[in-house]
């Protein structure tokens, strides 16, 4: 399979920062390579116009969130059909930071998923432990428990991000041997088509390391997406068929 190389802007993005992804594509001298895949999930405003600008490039576009229904009086919330007219091909589910600011259960993040795989999109399923799970020795029955609760029973595909929570926004990660544990294990969950992300403080200088792992098949980024220079090192560190 093609190894996924995924940022999340997270809430950070104006109409300009449309800068940053023509930077990108210009480092790979205007031909993005063939061998992987790179998703960029902007805000939802900026969801239409970096598909139509960005799609033909060979960049794919996708949402952070999406609502279970396809409309309805849920104001201020997106579905996943919205996502997918607007030109969006995957969606993060399932975020620890969707998960911890809004209390979302996996029993939620399930139905995301579905809704997801209802309207076309790819959805990119989020499990992580917290520090104090990890500590205790959890992290395994903390991925599996969220595994079962928020993975639709489909063949249809999808897309696994293992995230530790505190691994994000912190400059720290897992020991390699701790990566490997759990991408082994969310394999012997998931079945061999799945694409298995890593998630949690990937920079230019730990991809190469933690993307060469066994059943790492890509990465979810979230601050080095933000600059062309970081996510294009990122990218380039990335094996390209694993
Ligand atoms: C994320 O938000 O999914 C993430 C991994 O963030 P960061 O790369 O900044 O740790």
Redo the contacts with the bound molecule.
């Keep these: 399979m093609k190894s996924l190389i995924a940022g ?1 802007w ?1 809430m950070n993005g104006l109409t300009g920062s449309a800068s940053e992804v023509e930077a990108l594509i210009g480092k790979f001298s205007g031909a993005l390579p063939e061998d992987r895949d790179i998703l960029i999930c902007p805000p939802a405003t900026l969801v239409a116009t970096f598909a139509s600008s960005f799609s033909d490039e060979g960049v794919i576009i996708g949402g952070q969130d999406c609502h279970t229904n396809e409309s309805g009086a849920h104001t201020g919330d997106v579905s996943a059909a919205m996502l997918a007219d607007a030109g969006a091909a995957y969606v993060i589910v399932g ?1 620890s ?1 969707r998960r911890a600011d809004h209390g979302e259960s996996d029993a939620l993040v399930k139905a995301k998923a579905e809704a997801a795989l209802a309207a076309g999109l790819t959805p990119i399923i ?1 499990v992580g432990e917290t520090k104090e799970q990890r500590e205790a020795g959890k992290a395994l029955d903390v991925v599996g428990a969220q595994l079962r609760g928020s993975l639709p029973q489909t063949e249809d595909e999808m897309t696994i ?1 293992y ?1 530790p929570v505190w ?4 400059g720290l990660t897992p020991t390699i041997a701790d990566i490997a544990e759990v991408h082994d294990f969310v394999r012997g969950m998931t079945g061999k088509d799945v694409r298995i992300l890593y ?4 920079k230019p200088g730990n991809a190469g390391e933690i993307l060469a792992v066994e059943n790492v098949n890509g990465a ?6 933000l600059k062309a220079e970081d996510f294009y090192g990122i990218i380039s560190a990335a094996p390209g068929n694993v």
Excluded: Q, R
């Design positions: 999340n997270k975020h930071e989020c991000a995230e691994a994000i926004g912190t998630g949690g403080s990937v979810l980024v979230g601050g080095a997406s």
